[in-house]
């Protein structure tokens, strides 16, 4: 699966590790996260994430 990084702080969405603090369990690909979801440093939207 890929990762995704968060054009504004360099957070890498990596789905074998999920983002469970916000209710994202492992496993869970980046096209599979809910459009609301944003960066869990910065907040920015789902959207502007970069595939790696």
């Given at each position: 699966m890929d990762k995704y990084l968060c054009a504004a702080c360099g957070y890498?969405?990596?789905?074998?590790?999920?983002?469970?603090?916000?209710?994202?369990?492992?496993?869970?690909k980046f096209?599979?996260?809910p459009e609301d979801?944003?960066?869990p440093l910065c907040g920015l939207p789902k959207?502007?994430?970069e595939k790696m």
């Open positions: 890498v969405y990596d789905p074998a590790t999920g983002d469970p603090d916000n209710g994202i369990a492992p496993g869970t096209e599979d996260i979801w944003v960066c959207t502007e994430f």
